[in-house]
């Protein structure tokens, strides 16, 4: 009977059985599920902020063509009130000043 004694199995002292373990995979595929249903939203809503920025981009690259379209008007219209004919034409126009010898017509309505 010793010899029966010696040769018995040692028992595990943890033994996991089929349940647990289906358990612990059914938690943790609900978990990758869960990040990326999280992922996969916070995606799209970085995509729509893109897309708004993008054009808002776009819409600001316009203002800055017009505005440097307007100080090129703005630089020619400077560099045009410094001549002599800009001179004249108000002269002209707003004192009624003429040269020496000139002939003004005027029109009648």
Do not use: C, H, W
Not at 3 to 16: L, S, V
Not at 66 to 76: F, G, I, K, V, W
């Amino acid at each position: 009977m010793s010899g029966r004694t010696a040769k018995r199995r040692k028992k595990p002292k943890f033994r996991r059985n089929g349940n647990e373990n289906r358990l612990g995979m059914t938690a943790a595929m609900i978990a990758i599920v869960i990040m990326t249903l999280v992922v996969g939203v916070n995606s799209i809503s970085l995509k729509q902020k893109e897309e708004k920025y993008a054009a808002r981009e776009e819409e600001l690259l316009e203002l800055i063509a017009d505005e440097e379209a307007r100080t090129q008007e703005l630089e020619e219209l400077a560099t045009y009130t410094k001549t002599k004919k800009y001179a004249e034409e108000v002269a002209k126009e707003k004192l009624g000043l003429v040269y020496e010898n000139e002939i003004i017509f005027q029109e009648v309505d």
